[in-house]
């Protein structure tokens, strides 16, 4: 590395989906200098890769990004369309400072960025869909196998025997399209669905999460705390019938999956499991605790107070993932201004 060639900021932004965005826009407010490095290709985060067949009347919430609402959108378009063109026109609003396509490949101590930027702070929005979760299962499928992340609509399992694993938003998306297309759809889950018509307490989920996160565990999935609660792509999925799902199987077999000794004949399993935070290039930071996770006190991380994880565990959401930018910015201009580390 040559002293030189390395730009200095306060903050690197490390991803630029709505928590990214958010995190970029306060911390501007709090008058500090900052670069967003984002590995996607043009703007949108992750919502450039979801299903084509994700129209915007299906969509679980988006909540205006910080400083510019929303506009009036067709509930008929794409959110694949749709969200990254706000996405953008917000970028091109704010003349916000994205370099991309960067994906950042370490943070080492001294807060240095692939040799290439050196920050006072890190603000980490990486997010999620780049870690699709697969769960263990033994045997072997010889069918075709894919997760949630690379779902793109119904008309490629038309005629075919499909297995859904997965007990959240993600796999009655997937069941609300793809019966009475494919020949059969089964829905399997390691627990009993938690329907709740009425809706969930977002303090609840909130507080509980972050208990997680503030003992230094993972985070656990948003569904496990929230139940699934009647979108409008549960009430479709309802009225297929896929409510009527089975455990979770013990193996796999060559031409489909078994209960011990029980086989379902299937030709495609598709893994709507999850994902988990994309983290790895802080590791040589050392953040982690002996129980997996990493301890948080809001965005801001124990072990490192001067590195902020937004859009992780309990703001991992629209509307958490503006808070946690406004908080994080607010947090590290108090810091930094004092020169405080702890």
Known sequence: MVESDVMDVDVVVIGAGQAGLSASYFLRRFGLSQVILDAEESPGGAWRHRSPTLTMDRVHGIFDLPGMRKPEIDPARAAAEAVPEYFASYE????LNIVRPHK???????????????????????????RPHWPYY???????QLHY????????????NVVVVGGGHSAMHVLSEIVGVSASAVWVTRREPDFRPEGFDGREVVALVDERVRAGLPPQSVVSVTGLTYTPVVKKALETGVSRRRPMFTHLVPDGVSWDGEVLPADVIIWATGFRADLRHLAPLKLREPGGGIRMDGTRVVANPLVHLVGYGPSASTVGANRAGRDAARDLARRLSSGKAA
């Not at 091109?92 to 003349?95: H, P, V, W």
């Not at 890190?122 to 999620?128: E, P, Q, Y």
């Not at 992340?149 to 075919?160: K, N, Q, T, V, W």
């Open 104 to 130: 950042v490949g370490n943070v080492r101590p001294g807060f240095v960025v692939d040799d290439k930027w050196r920050a006072r702070a890190i603000v980490n929005a990486s997010g999620t869909w780049t």
């Open 138 to 144: 033994p045997g072997r499928f010889e069918g075709r």
């Open 149 to 160: 992340a690379s779902y793109r609509g119904p008309g490629e399992f038309a005629g075919l």
């Open 92 to 95: 091109a609003e704010m003349g």
